[in-house]
């Protein structure tokens, strides 16, 4: 499995400068939408495309990677048909049925679920008004306290509790646990960026209103009015559910008071995006039907490494798949329906010479929410307390020292991305398997240190990415195989009683 949740590495955080270059070119009141805080250097949302949306280019009129695409969907479309008349001529049937089953039984439940989880996030609107807008709250409620934090904090477990104890519920196959699994972290992301950016907006409107009733403040009150204030809306104005509701369909895990957008949608681009969706998807479910899942159920018998083995080709193949669908289908056509001009979704990943950068650059939305809500506070933290080394002894200057602050926000992000994939998965499989993606990805530290502290490999540029690819084409398979095993094992015995019996 591909990893979602990624980590931001020192040097994030930066100015990111605009390129031009989409079809629907943005609005001049909207072009600054989403400007960074300068004291913590968060990332800018600007209007660009994706740098691998075909369709993007052919908009623009550059017809240079039209063959190649149809080149491409050409040989993907032939060997479809020879995997499917080989299956044809080995059981009688054209397409294997099993799978299909497992995704769409039970499907409108999965569905009115899955409505109803993205709909429960919209009680963080009230939550922000009733909580922190306004001057009735007790101090104890004042958002810049620490009790804010764990009012906060408490809404949110809340809120994950009862939906992954939802699913436990439900009856799903493992197809439909790890879709809504999947989808309630996202969804969990949404919710907190939206409390936690508006919780620090309330705090920074309850210091204006404090600096109103103070002589010779005028400066800081102007500077409080600019951070409340974007192109078009004003906090707490923008409190709104159509805000939270657009903010909800926009695919992007950062709130802010507005974005970059489009001057209209066009929905020939729109539908092209729709059927690469549903194209992409075919060819997911053979792949998996047809090459994955009858190896993983020779698994008891062949073992763990020749399954691994068998199965590299057909994963990087279903993980390339993935990314396509959700970064190049989903997310721009989300975009194109909301209009949100900043397309940057992913970087040139393929390029990366190792984890860290490869976390960088394969899911930036993920990256963004990681770099502002958990890299960028922590080291900002860690960095206070080194300013507070002087009374806390000498024990802890060695500590800062030798620990410096990127280094800490780093290994604290890590930490957190690695929790909530092993969370994820295990809500998923309704298994715990003694923390192996953890581990896996806690490795990662050490990794990143050994490259950084190797000159002779550290410029080794095109052995690192070789490095690099071949971990991820063994790895994964690998993972996937011990995650599934115990449970094509019971299928396996219990086939086996079946039979006896």
């Given amino acids: 499995m591909p990893a979602q949740l990624l980590v931001p590495t020192p040097g994030d955080g930066q100015r990111l400068r605009s390129r031009r270059g989409d079809g629907a070119r943005p609005s001049d009141d909207t072009q600054r939408a989403g400007r960074p805080d300068k004291h913590t250097e968060e990332p800018l949302f600007e209007a660009r495309a994706s740098i691998l949306d075909y369709t993007q280019l052919m908009y623009q009129g550059s017809d240079r990677i039209r063959g190649l695409v149809t080149c491409f969907w050409a040989v993907v479309g032939a060997y479809l048909v020879s995997l499917l008349v080989s299956h044809y001529e080995r059981s009688g049937e054209i397409l294997a049925r099993e799978l299909a089953g497992q995704i769409f039984s039970r499907g409108r439940d999965l569905i009115l679920s899955d409505l109803a989880l993205v709909a429960s996030t919209a009680f963080a609107v009230p939550l922000v008004r009733v909580l922190w807008i306004g001057g009735w709250q007790p101090r104890a409620l004042d958002p810049r306290r620490g009790a804010a934090v764990a009012v906060q904090a408490a809404a949110e477990l809340g809120w994950l509790a009862f939906w992954y104890g939802w699913q436990g519920t439900r009856g799903w196959a493992w197809s439909q646990r ?230 800490v926000a780093m290994a604290a992000t890590f930490f957190f991305s690695s929790v909530l994939h092993e969370l994820t998965l295990v809500v998923a499989c309704r298994r715990w398997n003694h923390g192996v993606f953890f581990f896996s990805q806690m490795l990662q530290i050490p990794m990143i240190v050994f490259v950084d502290r190797v000159p002779w490999f550290r410029d080794q540029h095109a052995l690192r990415n070789w490095s690099f690819w071949l971990a991820m084409v063994t790895y994964q398979p690998l993972l996937l195989c011990l995650y599934t095993y115990n449970a094509f094992a019971q299928r396996a015995q219990a086939a086996a009683a079946m039979a006896a019996g």
């Fill in 178 to 407: 790890c879709f809504f699994a999947l989808h309630t972290a996202v969804n969990w992301m949404k919710l907190h960026s939206y409390l936690c950016n508006n919780r620090r907006l309330a705090g920074r409107l309850r210091a204006r209103e404090e600096l109103a009733r103070q002589p010779g403040a005028a400066d800081q009150i102007r500077a409080l009015d600019a951070a409340l204030r974007g192109p078009t809306v004003r906090f707490p104005a923008s409190q709104t559910l159509a805000n939270y509701a657009l903010y909800q369909l926009s695919p992007t895990l950062v709130y802010e008071l507005e974005y970059p957008r489009t001057s209209h949608i066009r929905w020939g681009y729109v539908a092209e995006k729709m059927a690469g969706t549903a194209g992409i998807f075919c060819v997911f479910y053979v792949v998996v039907a047809h090459l994955m899942i009858p190896r993983l159920e020779q698994m008891p018998e062949a073992g763990v490494v020749r399954t691994a083995v068998h199965l590299m080709g057909p994963m990087a193949t279903c993980w390339l798949l993935f990314f396509f669908i959700t970064f190049d289908s989903i997310a721009n056509g989300f975009a194109e329906l909301t209009m949100f001009a900043d397309r940057r979704f992913y970087d040139d990943w393929w390029n990366a010479r190792g984890l860290d950068e490869f976390s960088r650059k394969w899911n930036r939305p993920v990256h963004m929410f990681l770099s502002r809500h958990v890299y960028v506070p922590v080291r900002e933290s860690w960095r206070a307390y080194g300013a507070a080394t002087p009374a806390l002894g000498g024990r802890f200057r060695r500590l800062l020292k030798a620990a410096p602050a990127s280094v």
